[in-house]
């Protein structure tokens, strides 16, 4: 999948690490193994450190879970990014 928003408490997706199980036990049960998180960055909200780093805790969250329970589920980190220009 190319899009999904699986990081556990970044954006408007996953609220928390239970949901993001959920989610990974739906796309194991449909054969999907590989996906792309793709976090929304709005330039005009956040910094970009601050995202980053929430990103990668994030990340090692899910990293975690998946090394644990030796799920055989990958996951990409990418980011769609939102700059609102001022004039």
Known sequence: DFH??????LDHGSKSIEETKAQ???????????VICTSHFYGHVHR???????REKSSLVLE???K?????????QDSNYNYKHIL
């Open 4 to 9: 999904t928003h699986i990081l556990p408490g």
């Open 24 to 34: 990974i036990s739906l796309f194991l049960k449909h054969d999907v193994r590989e």
């Open 48 to 54: 970009i450190d601050d995202f980053l780093e929430r």
């Open 64 to 66: 975690n879970y998946i």
């Open 68 to 76: 644990e329970n030796k799920l055989d589920f990958h996951f990409h």
